[in-house]
């Protein structure tokens, strides 16, 4: 059987959004916090749960995850499988929407909550090689937090190059699971993190429905599709860049903006999971070339 991939937003939510599974999601958020040195939760109540309404299809549909502490702490989870660029100016963006949307009309300042964003990137975008990064608001000097309002999580799955290692429980262990680990290493991955058991069995389940497929399918190709589009529209302002650079003769932008163009594709060729070999061939690149995006 071929499992789905739980990197896709419409699946990632059907495994942690779900009601009846509201405990692998605060199994999930404890690791998380755990690993960043914050205590576990007692409880998370969803904002957002999944529906069977939500059409993977519709544009409108918010595959990312709201939940709610017992403290009152906001969380919002998002997958990302795509890199759409711009990742950590969208995040501050929208954690100060979300932030300031808590005060009503005739609220306090003090009525504010703490506001939690939770990144998961199929892609690399910060220059350190930690998987998680977190992230408050200090003083340079000192460290001194001004408030403990904003916490800003990255999880970056390119960045864990580890197999699973039997006795070794964690995070990493949702990590591996959520970037597809073979299933003949579920066996090692239970042994460490028995919270996963109810993740895998439903990725499981969804993988045998033929509707769930059908949407998952439906789904990916969106999701590729978009992809697709922005490549394209990269590739068009590339070539635009290059005839201009020809024009005043400058051959070296244009070989620079070759082997950009090049090096965006085969990054989302290798999201999709083609082969080391076949995307050398498509793109042309060395596999020296494609070392430096890996």
């Known amino acids: 059987m071929e499992l789905l991939d739980p990197r896709v937003d419409f699946v990632f939510k059907r495994i942690f959004a779900s009601e009846s599974n509201k405990d692998v999601l605060l199994a999930f958020l404890n690791r998380i916090f755990m690993d960043a040195g914050d205590p576990p939760l007692e409880e998370v109540v969803l904002l957002n749960p999944y529906t069977d309404k939500d059409d993977p299809l519709d544009k409108l549909s918010i595959f990312d995850i709201w939940a709610k502490s017992a403290d009152g702490k906001l969380i919002n989870i998002e997958m990302q499988l795509f890199n759409k660029y711009d990742i950590e ?27 939690v964003t939770i990144n998961i990137l199929n892609y690399k975008v ?84 033929s509707e769930a497929r059908r949407k998952y399918e439906d ?21 635009k860049g290059i005839a201009e650079g020809r024009e005043v003769g400058r051959t070296e932008g244009r070989a620079e903006g070759e082997l950009e163009a090049k090096l965006e594709i085969a990054k989302n060729l290798l999201a999709m999971g083609m082969d080391l070999p076949s995307v050398m061939k498509a793109t042309g690149l060395t596999e020296e070339e494609l070392k430096s995006i890996s």
Do not use: C
């Open 89 to 115: 100016k969208r995040t501050l963006y929208y954690w100060s929407k979300r932030y300031a949307g808590q005060l009503q009309v005739s609220g306090k300042y003090t009525d504010l909550k703490k506001r």
């Open 126 to 209: 910060l220059p350190n090689e930690h998987p998680h990064s977190v992230f408050h608001l200090r003083e340079d000097a000192t460290g001194m937090p001004l408030t403990d309002d904003i916490e800003i999580h990255f999880l970056e799955l390119p960045k864990l190059n580890q197999p699973a290692v039997p006795g070794q429980g964690g995070l990493v262990n949702w990590l591996l699971f959520l970037k597809g680990i073979n299933h003949s290493d579920w066996e090692v991955l239970l042994m460490n993190e028995p919270a996963l058991r109810k993740a895998m069995e439903t990725l499981e389940f969804l993988s045998q429905d």
């Open 219 to 239: 789904r990916q190709k969106f999701l590729l599709d978009e992809a697709s589009q922005r490549d394209g529209a990269q590739r068009e302002g590339f070539a």
